[in-house]
Structures are given as C-alpha cells and as structure tokens.
C-alpha cells in the first residue's frame, strides 16, 4: 500500500498495537485518553478499510483474529522504533520534559512519594508526574505506566529495576494492647493473640527466622485476627488502636513507632513485603530523561531508607 494511503490509517494501526496489549477496549481508552466509544469505533473503520475482521470481540476480553496478529506483529517494532527516536529527539533540548506515568502502593505513596514531589518540580519544572497510587497488581505494559515503585525481594529479570533503599517489615502492637493480652515470647504464642493481617495470598501464615542466625529453619505460624485489609495504613492505625499485632512494613510503621512496641524482636518475619523497594520499568532500549531524572532523585532522596525514631 502507497504511502499516501496508508498515511490516514497509521494512528489507528497504532491504535490496533495498543489493543493488543491491552486486550481492552477500556484500558487502550485510558491510555490513549480516547473515549471507548472512539476506539471502537476507529478499529471497526481500519477492519473496513483492510477488508478483514482484526479483532473479535467478546464480553470479558478482546483478541486479535490472525490478520489482527499478522498487522501487529508487523507494525509493532516500527512504531518502537519510531518511539525511541522522537525521545531521543526530545532529549536533544537539554531539558528533561514530558509525562512520567507512575503507580506506587498507596502508603507509600502517600506518605514518601507525594511529599518529595515539590522539591523534584523545583529541579525540572517542565516534567510531568502523574502518580497512580494502588495496592493491586499493575501491568506496567499493559495499563502504558513509565515505572512502578515496588517493594520485593527480587526484580523481575524482564524489567530494568534501579534499587531505592532497603526495606523491612516489622511486628508491632499497641502497649494498651499487650497490657490486655500478655506480650508474646516465641512465634507460635501468636496463635492465642488478634492479629490484624494483609488482604492477599499467604497472609495467614507468618514465617519466621532468628534474628541471630537467618540461614536457620524457618518456623510458620498460623494467624488470625478482626481485620484484614489491602493497605498498611489502615492495619497501622488498627494497631494503634489495640486491635492486635501487626505486620506492617516499615515505611508505614516508622511515624508511629513512639506509639507503638515491636513484637518478638529476636526474630525477623521472611518474604512477606519484600527487602528492598525498586523502581521498576519494562526493558526498552532506551529511557527517557524525565524517567531517568524521577528515579536519580528518588534514590538520592530516599537512600537513607525508612529509619525509625530512637
């Protein structure tokens, strides 16, 4: 096809692509800040254009017919190459500039990612941050994000990951409730205490190791308490208001700790919230600068890590 004709037909092949990776009308929607109605509408117009249905269309999820695949497979490493050069392009002005997408736990995020966030306009007031701030999952390529703040015990490998600091997690209970209950002395004593737990896979069982020797045997325990819930900031302040023990990381435990007691302090709780806090990036051949200078500073910003009141 000449490319006089095709020329009217390119952002909507580029439309397709993003379908692809999102496999939802809604999500390509959000990230291209188009409404549903138009994507659906600009795909239905290229199927008429090419003469092939492209996509099939079902009520839970969108899949490409093999034409639909043929197009994408085609299409995709020239509009990321196409990619790569307007931001190299871009970087040529010397100043950082443009949107930088990012999601980030909503503790903290709210806590240690907003209140930064002023000092870092200061420095490049022609970028853009816009912060998404969630507990669940994100699939940074799917949902278009530049980077996702992260804590875990290990990067995954298809990801360009830069360390922020370490993190820990920490057991902790109010004094007024450990007056109630008795102050636990071993691990398994956590099966006779409330405890208030995180929504999500394995969240009732805590695995612990000695603090002296973390190359013994871990011990599992069993928990169960009043509250679960998917953000460390409500357990935090469930903690403080006597709830029960807590599992908190430590991000979110540090401005309470005058107020609060650790819990079993010879021992170290294991794979639970992760030990160092990533920013993460799917792997690109190259990284925009306004990413690039958002990472620089948070990790100058945050190396100090998260230290708890003496």
């Keep these: 096809m000449a490319a006089d004709i095709i020329g009217p037909w390119v952002a909507d092949i580029h439309l397709l692509t993003v379908l692809a990776e999102t496999r939802s009308f809604t999500q390509a929607a959000r990230r291209l800040g188009l409404s549903k109605a138009s994507v659906s509408m600009r795909i239905g117009a290229l199927e008429r254009a090419a003469g092939v249905p492209l996509v099939q269309r079902t009520t839970r999820s969108v899949v490409l017919t093999d034409a639909g695949r043929e197009l994408v497979a085609d299409a995709t490493p020239a509009f990321e190459r196409i990619d790569a050069g307007f931001t190299a392009v871009k970087d040529l002005s010397g100043t950082p500039r443009g949107i930088v997408r990012v999601t980030a736990p909503v503790a903290l995020g709210r806590q240690h990612i907003a209140p930064r966030l002023a000092a870092f306009f200061r420095g490049y007031p022609e970028v853009r941050i816009h912060l998404d701030l969630t507990d669940r999952f994100v699939n940074l390529a799917q949902e278009g994000y530049d980077l996702a703040?992260?804590?875990?015990?290990?990067?995954?490998?298809?990801?360009?990951?830069w360390p922020l600091c370490e993190t820990r997690s920490l057991l902790v209970a109010s004094p007024a409730y450990l007056r109630r209950h008795g102050v636990p002395r071993h691990p398994r004593d956590l099966a006779g205490h409330d405890c208030v737990l995180y929504l999500g896979p394995g969240a009732d069982t805590w695995t612990f190791v000695p603090a002296s020797d973390e190359q013994a045997?871990?011990?599992?325990?069993p928990v169960q308490g009043p509250l679960k819930a998917n953000n460390s900031e409500v357990l935090r302040d469930a903690v403080l208001d006597g709830l029960g023990i807590g599992l908190l990381p430590d991000f979110s435990a540090a401005p309470a700790m005058r107020r609060l007691r650790p819990v079993l302090p010879d021992w170290r709780v294991q794979g639970f919230f992760g030990n160092h806090l990533y920013a993460l990036r799917p792997w690109a051949p190259r990284v925009p600068r306004a990413v690039q200078c958002f990472v620089e500073y948070l990790r100058e910003s945050m190396a100090q890590g998260f230290p708890l009141p003496e």
Excluded: F, G, M, N
């Design 217 to 221: 045997e871990t011990l599992s325990v």
């Design 149 to 161: 703040i992260r804590h875990t015990a290990a990067a995954p490998e298809s990801y360009v990951a």
